[in-house]
């Protein structure tokens, strides 16, 4: 693991960190100089600014603002994308389309970039999705893809779901591959040294459903 801590959300639908989430981003965020926002939907660049500029203002409102923070969509050139990865202080995964964001990531060689960075790495839903190993996003297939591998889990994020087809869905990918379950406003942590979860976080397994242990916490670690 290179990054410096790495931060997996489901989500936040009151648009503010909650108190033991923004406890654990100030412990970590100590050099603030640079925030990088990575699209999920490329080509809404009214949206991701709209979207970029919410969330950076969820730090801002902890006392933790950015020098400068930028948006990666499809403005970004190749280039310039890896260079922003490689001098950022923090990069942020938004959610949307996490089969779209990861094309992104492989189209402007963002992927690698990230792999490599000793940032704190973040990522909220779909974001937090494609950092995992495995990434299934349903609305697409029922087949994982690999992800940024870095952690061993797959997520799925909102939990529990209006959609009673989804949670049968998950159960069929369940039979081959343990799913962690994430209620909004819930965060798993990773450092070299320790790995915590916050809030209500779920297993499915061969179908059947169990809180996250411990013990099952400490197994994702790669």
């Excluded at 801590?5 to 489901?10: K, T």
């Excluded at 100089?33 to 699209?39: G, P, Q």
């Excluded at 965060?187 to 179908?207: S, T």
């Amino acid at each position: 693991m290179n990054a410096q801590l790495l931060g997996f959300f489901s989500g936040f639908p009151t648009h503010h960190f909650t108190d033991r989430i923004a406890d654990v981003l100030k412990e970590e965020l100590n050099v603030r100089d640079s925030l990088v926002f990575i699209s999920c939907q490329p080509e809404n660049s009214a949206q991701n600014d709209e979207d970029a500029e919410g969330m950076h203002e969820m730090f801002a409102e902890r006392n933790m603002s950015f020098a400068k923070h930028c948006v990666m969509d499809n403005r970004t050139s190749a280039v310039h994308a890896v260079r922003r990865i490689r001098e950022a202080s923090c990069i942020f995964l938004m959610g949307g389309n996490a089969t779209l964001q990861f094309r992104f990531l492989c189209e402007t060689g963002m992927l690698d970039a990230i792999r490599r960075s000793s940032a704190v790495l973040l990522g909220v839903s779909a974001g937090a999705m494609n950092m995992g190993k495995h990434v299934v996003d349903l609305y697409e297939s029922l087949t994982p893809y690999e992800g940024l591998g870095l952690a061993d889990l797959t997520i799925k994020a909102h939990y529990p779901f209006e959609e009673e087809t989804l949670l049968q869905s998950l159960k069929q990918v369940s039979m081959e591959l343990p799913v962690c379950l994430m209620e909004d406003e819930s965060a798993i942590f990773v450092k070299k040294e320790r790995i915590l979860q916050i809030g209500r976080i779920y297993r499915m397994f061969k179908g059947e459903i169990a809180p996250l242990t411990q013990e099952q916490l400490e197994q994702m670690r790669i």
